[in-house]
């Protein structure tokens, strides 16, 4: 099992073991452009990831 | 990671502040420290009545929340835009903003423009040559020139918006790029009324990250519009917002740092033949009695009388 990260349309998988942000890093998303959620619950960019994890990255960014 | 506060687990990291915290800390430092800020750059008192522009976004709300929950006394105003684009974006905006008054018992005052004006802003962005790339210039200009007009009508000492850090930075950002020193000048976290007409603009908000008030928002509930305004798509401001958040990643705090030296400039008086020079153009417009630079009718009246 590998972890998922879900933004808007997009979905990455990636390896378990490693932060959130160096997750984003890898996927190349700005780790201060998002909200990391699992579960519906904000976590935060130190946390480890694990096998099976789901994570829901919020888009902050508006513009206009 | 635990909060810094309690040693539970912490749901957010602010790099910036080298500070991490746990859900009920985070939302008990939110509004500690916008009244901090609110006291520090003498944004408003408690005995002021104050007009929130509120969109029906994050920041907008969760800045209607923080007010709310310190105890000032503020009604909230809500621009219908017409914007529709296919995905109902102005609807749903008034929507939420509308739910979220009624849920708090707080006034919510609307104007929309199709009503109020006959149009709405695609619309009279695609008759003017202001709009004809984008309507953003023209939404800007009505809204500016709106929110001024209801705070004045309605006797409100202040107008609060819900600019954040992001939206501060990468105008700034903007205008360095092109060394807008006059537009340096007007920029920063209070507006003053320095013309009859004018009424004062506060942004109690401008020292969090974008991320922070999303949290917060998140945090606390808040439904807000998570769809960007379909005209905002590809705009400079989010390049601009990127750009200075890649930077973040590699210097935590640069954001901040950028935006505080520059007001410590304007304080040493960098900007200040600019900002005199901008007070001694501005004259009354004859038809609304707002400010402008013009000679003769504002912007917004040019563009208006026009149809």
Redesign the interface.
């Known amino acids: 099992l590998s972890v998922i990260l879900k933004f808007r349309k997009d979905e990455y998988e990636i390896e378990p073991g490693v932060t959130v942000r160096n997750a984003l890093e890898m996927v190349n998303i700005s780790p201060e452009s998002v909200l990391p959620t699992r579960n519906g619950q904000l976590i935060n960019d130190e946390d480890i990831l694990e096998e099976g994890d789901v994570i829901r990255l919020v888009a902050v960014i508006s513009g206009g | ?1 635990k909060c810094r506060k309690c040693s539970q687990k ?4 602010m790099r910036q502040h080298r500070l ?1 915290m746990c ?1 009920e800390h985070f939302l008990d430092w939110v509004p500690e420290q916008v009244e901090r800020f609110i006291h520090k750059y003498q944004m408003f008192s408690r005995q002021e009545r104050i007009l929130i522009a509120v969109s029906g ?3 907008s709300l969760a800045l209607w929340d923080i007010l709310f929950r310190l105890g000032f006394e503020s009604d909230g105003l809500y621009i219908g835009l017409g914007i529709d684009e296919g995905i109902h974006y102005s609807e749903k905006s008034r929507q939420l903003a509308e739910t979220f008054a009624k849920t708090r018992n707080l006034r919510l005052l609307t104007v929309e423009m199709r009503d109020e004006y006959g149009e709405t802003i695609p619309q009279i962005a695609e008759r003017t040559t202001r709009g004809q790339c984008k309507p ?1 210039a023209v ?2 200009l009505s809204k500016r020139h709106i929110m001024n007009r209801i705070a004045r009508q309605g006797g409100y000492h202040v107008l609060a918006t819900g600019h954040n850090l ?1 939206d501060e930075v ?1 105008v700034l950002f903007g205008n360095t790029l092109n060394w807008e020193v006059g537009f340096m000048a007007r920029q920063g976290p209070v507006l003053e009324a320095n013309h009859p007409g004018l009424v004062r603009k506060v942004k109690p908000l401008f020292r969090f ?3 922070e ?3 917060y928002a ?2 606390r509930g808040i439904e807000y519009i ?1 769809e ?2 379909p ?3 590809g ?1 400079k ?2 390049i601009y ?2 750009i200075l ?2 930077m ?2 590699q210097r935590p705090g640069a954001k901040l740092n950028y935006y505080l030296t520059f007001l410590k400039a304007k304080d040493n008086g960098l900007f200040s033949i600019h900002a005199q020079e901008q007070i001694n153009t501005l004259s009354t417009c004859p038809s609304c009695g707002q400010p402008t630079t013009a000679n003769g009718d504002c912007s917004f009246c040019r563009i208006m009388i026009k149809k």
Do not use: P, W
């Open positions: 990671m912490a749901i957010i990291n991490a859900k976004g994050k920041d953003c939404c800007g992001d990468a990250s974008e991320r008030v999303a949290a998140l945090l998570h960007e305004c005209h905002a798509v705009s401001s989010i917002k990127e958040n890649q973040e990643g």
